[in-house]
């Protein structure tokens, strides 16, 4: 069952009875559709299951008959647990008006339809929602698959998930890992921006924004000034630019800006990002090396745990509610904070056999009221740490 957790939440609203508005929000092939699918299998649940994905000349009036044949549907359902679930409803331009125009009129007409709104974009989602639909709708994160769901589903080791990822549908093809990484590149990565963003967003240099995410998935783990990044991307754009960029690749669940911690909120805004991958397969299907030989080289395997532990922390972060951010001060460094209603943590990961805390150290100076922990050697072994609930740190 795919994220059985996040259905039984759905399924659990479904049967108080009271009408809802859900919106399920996450990046490509994580299993929003398949989650919904199963849903609609469930004893004493029916509903009505679209998608807004390549239809062409697609508008709010064909919301409308959707909504009318849900409606009509309902009527004549042997149960009064009926749902309509529309599937890419952010590439319906204006959609949330024309939500908000149905839902209340089912409300003052008492029809007990429940609706589940799908999207692989947080920001677009967020965008198209304005303010019309406040207060009739909750949100949903459905992040990438976890290593607990990983291993459960196709008994994958740690060091499996921290190379492959989190894709459920490319597991089958990492016997060959040249066919895997291809799909990766090709039929997630560049799919995901060109139909989940260029499509959706205004984008100037798409091509720019392409060797960025490129560039980032390099660099995972690692802080680079956006000065240093236009260097590297030897184009004429600018750190303006490449900061909205970011956030439409930390949006559509593929690449993360972490800004450093502080408590003063103009330091944060003006400091150098730290890229951050959504899911290690994104790193991996770019890198040169293949699981075999990358197990072998004990600095670039460090670096893949601790994008490993990157991409769990930033995950959970939009599903739990947390912030998570990095930490530097002149030479002195940690790898993670977060924060959460006042409460700090600081996270080292120490993959290899240095132990050095320096920066832990000088980060309790500063923040002398923050819990500081090590992920690794001597501490919470990263395997372990992949399978922990990180709220659970607070």
Known sequence: MIKRTHLQLVISRIKEKRRFMQVLAGPRQVGKTTLV?????????RGLYVAADDISGIG???????????????????SDSFVLIIDEIQKIPNW?????????????????????????????????????LAGRYETMYISHWSLAEMREAFGWSADQYAWYGGF????????????????INNSLAETSISKDILMMSRVDKPALMKRLFDLGCSYSGQMLSFNKILGQLLDAGNTTTL???????????????????????ARKRSSSPKFQVHNTAFTSALHPYDFQRIITDREKWGRVIESSVGAHL????????????????????????????????????????????????QFRKYYPDSKIMLVGREGIPWEE?????????F
């Open 96 to 132: 949330s008006e024309t939500v908000k125009r149905l839902w209340d009129a089912d409300s003052r007409e008492n029809i007990p339809l429940h609706v589940i709104l799908l999207g692989s974009s947080r920001l677009l989602l967020q965008t198209g929602m304005t303010e019309s």
């Open 385 to 393: 740490f992949l399978l922990l609930n990180p709220m659970k740190l």
């Open 60 to 78: 709010q009036s064909w919301i409308e008959l959707q909504w009318e044949t849900a409606r009509q549907k309902l009527k004549t359902a042997e």
């Open 168 to 183: 459920p549908g490319a597991a089958s093809l990492i016997p060959d890992e040249g066919r895997w990484k291809n799909y």
């Open 243 to 265: 900061s909205h960029y970011l956030g439409l690749l930390d949006s559509a669940g593929m690449l993360g800006g972490l800004e450093k911690f502080s408590r003063d909120k």
């Open 37 to 45: 699918l199963q849903l609609l299998e469930e004893p004493g649940i």
């Open 314 to 361: 930033i995950n959970n972060a939009y599903s739990q509610g947390y912030s998570l951010f990095y930490w530097r001060e002149g030479n002195y460094e940690v790898d993670f904070v977060l924060e959460h209603k006042g409460r700090v943590v600081a996270l080292e990961v120490k993959s290899g056999h240095s132990l050095r805390t320096a920066g832990m150290m």
